[in-house]
């Protein structure tokens, strides 16, 4: 489902946190148009374009707190919502922000809002998404449920955006009153690729059969590798599983990352095995205790390490080599308003 392109109909609000994410957003949604970029996209998908904005951010959301820590928010311009579709950025990166930007998901459509998208670029709980002992708890589904009671806007459900979510079966524990919309950030590691230097000696690698499975189908023609995690006691061994790394550069792929333990043995075991360099991208890095200097002072070299600006804190961390930010800007331009606006 795509916007409308009318100058006035749809408005983006943000988490403070996400503020960098959700201007960038807005710059490549709008601007100016030339005449064959118009002329173009009216012949190719029959739109009424204005050269127009077509996406305003609105930062009129008080983000304040009572004297015990709960949340005071208030939205200064509902009655200037009614009838417009609206975007949220938000950020669930941590449990104490999740409560507050809740209340300002359950409000939007109560105000009137003709449609409404909620952008989660990153799924939090989505490493604990089943029980394989009683007595766990599969939170994942917990924050499905939550989301799934963002009521009903005049078009129908809500959608919630979230990139490369660490399961795609997560998608059934959302309910019918809004719609999961699961895309993928690859193509911002694929338009990278095309301009690497060493691209016809490349293969990829993944970390285990989950990183396979879930993005295998975005490289069907190139060299891979899978690796695999078997336990020795206490101590985690990393294995090639599948594939010959010998002589190749390298790029393991996964959806996230924590400490990052796992892709440094991966790394390691790559690099024994004759691999020529070792990069890495992950969509979320997530990187909880400044375990990112992991890569920056470690003993392993990366030759790139591309990451998201899906969490907060991703800008900071791609300031210190080897980290580089792929934004995900564009691809969710793209996904809003259903054209091409990468470069």
């Given at each position: 489902?795509?916007?409308?392109?009318?100058?006035?109909?749809?408005?983006?609000?943000?988490?403070?946190?996400?503020?960098?994410?959700?201007?960038?957003?807005?710059?490549?949604?709008?601007?100016?148009?030339?005449?064959?970029?118009?002329?173009?996209?009216?012949?190719?998908?029959?739109?009424?374009?204005?050269?127009?904005?077509?996406?305003?951010?609105?930062?009129?959301?008080?983000?304040?707190?009572?004297?015990?820590?709960?949340?005071?928010?208030?939205?200064?311009?509902?009655?200037?919502?009614?009838?417009?579709?609206?975007?949220?950025?938000?950020?669930?990166?941590?449990?104490?922000?999740?409560?507050?930007?809740?209340?300002?998901?359950?409000?939007?459509?109560?105000?009137?809002?003709?449609?409404?998208h909620f952008i989660l670029p990153y799924f939090p709980t989505g490493t604990m998404e089943r029980v394989d002992t009683e007595g766990q708890i599969a939170t994942a589904k917990t924050l499905a449920t939550l989301l799934s009671a963002i009521p009903l806007s005049a078009k129908g459900p809500a959608q919630v955006i979230i990139f490369d979510i660490h399961a795609l079966q997560e998608r059934f524990y959302f309910s019918d009153s809004v719609?999961?919309?699961?895309?993928?950030?690859?193509?911002?590691?694929?338009?990278?690729?095309?301009?690497?230097?060493?691209?016809?000696?490349?293969?990829?690698?993944?970390?285990?059969?989950?990183?396979?499975?879930?993005?295998?189908?975005?490289?069907?023609?190139?060299?891979?590798?899978?690796?695999?995690?078997?336990?020795?006691?206490?101590?985690?061994?990393?294995?090639?599983?599948?594939?010959?790394?010998?002589?190749?550069?390298?790029?393991?792929?996964?959806?996230?990352?924590?400490?990052?333990?796992?892709?440094?043995?991966?790394?390691?075991?790559?690099?024994?095995?004759?691999?020529?360099?070792?990069?890495?991208?992950?969509?979320?890095?997530?990187?909880?205790?400044?375990?990112?200097?992991?890569?920056?002072?470690?003993?392993?070299?990366?030759?790139?390490?591309?990451?998201?600006?899906?969490?907060?804190?991703?800008?900071?961390?791609?300031?210190?080599?080897?980290?580089?930010?792929?934004?995900?800007?564009?691809?969710?331009?793209?996904?809003?308003?259903?054209?091409?606006?990468?470069?």
């Open positions: 489902m795509s916007f409308s392109l009318d100058s006035d109909s749809v408005l983006l609000y943000a988490h403070p946190s996400m503020e960098s994410l959700a201007i960038q957003i807005v710059e490549r949604c709008s601007g100016e148009w030339s005449d064959s970029q118009i002329k173009k996209l009216k012949a190719e998908r029959s739109l009424s374009i204005s050269s127009q904005r077509v996406v305003e951010f609105r930062k009129t959301i008080e983000w304040g707190r009572f004297p015990d820590g709960f949340p005071n928010v208030f939205i200064q311009d509902v009655k200037f919502m009614a009838g417009k579709d609206v975007i949220f950025v938000g950020s669930f990166h941590s449990p104490d922000v999740i409560f507050e930007q809740l209340s300002v998901l359950y409000a939007f459509p109560r105000y009137l809002a003709k449609s409404f719609i999961p919309r699961l895309l993928s950030a690859i193509p911002l590691l694929q338009r990278e690729i095309e301009h690497l230097s060493y691209k016809s000696n490349l293969a990829f690698a993944f970390p285990d059969d989950g990183a396979f499975k879930r993005f295998h189908s975005y490289f069907p023609d190139e060299h891979t590798v899978i690796c695999a995690k078997v336990r020795d006691g206490k101590k985690k061994i990393v294995t090639v599983k599948d594939g010959n790394p010998s002589g190749k550069d390298i790029i393991i792929i996964d959806d996230l990352i924590q400490t990052g333990g796992t892709l440094i043995e991966c790394a390691k075991v790559l690099l024994k095995q004759g691999a020529k360099t070792v990069s890495a991208y992950v969509t979320h890095p997530v990187f909880p205790g400044d375990s990112w200097k992991r890569f920056t002072d470690g003993d392993v070299h990366f030759e790139n390490f591309w990451i998201t600006d899906s969490i907060p804190h991703a800008k900071t961390i791609s300031n210190h080599k080897p980290f580089k930010l792929l934004s995900l800007c564009g691809v969710i331009a793209e996904s809003l308003l259903g054209y091409d606006l990468m470069p």
